[in-house]
């Protein structure tokens, strides 16, 4: 299961030394409906070698503000604290795995 992140957890999860997915997305959000099942499918196949992760931007402005998010769904990963790249729309699964199979 995705984790959610928040304002208290953000930074220190994405200071891991493995991937880091994090999806910012909202519930009114017709398009992160679309995504969030395949974010969660991603954190149960990527268990224990990635870190997928959920931001609700509703309840935590100040990390989207601070990653300058304008669009959701955005996808960032992220190593070692680091954003290493970045996905904007809703975008298939095999796009995302393939994302995180670049930063393993």
Known sequence: MALELTEANFEEII??????????WAEWCGPCRM?????EELANDYDGKAI???V????????????????????L???NGEIVD???GAV???VLAEKINNHL
């Open 92 to 94: 298939p699964k095999n």
């Open 56 to 75: 609700n931007v509703d309840h935590n402005p100040g990390i989207s503000s601070k990653y300058g998010i304008r669009n959701i769904p955005t996808i």
């Open 86 to 88: 970045k996905s904007v």
């Open 15 to 24: 200071a891991s030394d493995k991937p880091v997915l994090v999806d910012f």
């Open 35 to 39: 995504v969030g099942p395949i974010v």
């Open 77 to 79: 990963f992220f190593k």
């Open 52 to 54: 997928v992760g959920k």
